[in-house]
């Protein structure tokens, strides 16, 4: 098992930035792939970003490629994500989660272990 808590969300103008973090505890971090996901008011979840194991591979959602960076230290069982230039449309609940891999990939869906979330508002 793997247990994860955001931290960082908050309220922002647009074209801010804002750091999101997330901490791991339980099973191995290094064997554990994780991404990002978030969820705006009546849509559906969606892929945000995601890191290997070791994070020499990152994978991003079109809408936020150059403006988002995904990043993970595995000395601190923690991946984070920088969001600079943000926009109104980024506003939602931001997940982080996890999947238990042997692999070297990004995935982008079916993924084992999901923290709380984070409310992140972008203001106009």
């Known amino acids: 098992q793997v247990h994860l808590v955001e931290s960082g969300g908050g309220l922002v103008q647009a074209g801010g930035s804002l750091r999101l973090s997330c901490a791991a505890s339980?099973?191995?971090?290094?064997?554990?792939?994780m991404g990002w996901f978030r969820q705006a008011p009546g849509k559906e979840r969606e892929f945000v970003a995601a890191?290997?194991?070791?994070?020499?591979?990152?994978h991003y959602v079109d809408s936020v490629k150059g403006r988002f960076t995904i990043s993970r230290d595995n000395a601190k069982n923690t991946v984070y994500l920088q969001m600079n230039s943000l926009k109104p449309e980024d506003t939602a609940v931001y997940y982080c989660?996890?999947?238990?891999?042997?692999?070297?990939?990004?995935?982008?869906?079916?993924?084992?272990?999901w923290g709380q979330g984070t409310q992140v508002t972008v203001s106009s």
């Open positions: 339980g099973r191995t971090f290094s064997s554990v792939a």
């Open positions: 890191i290997s194991r070791s994070g020499g591979i990152t």
């Open positions: 989660a996890g999947k238990y891999t042997t692999l070297e990939f990004t995935p982008i869906g079916d993924y084992d272990y």
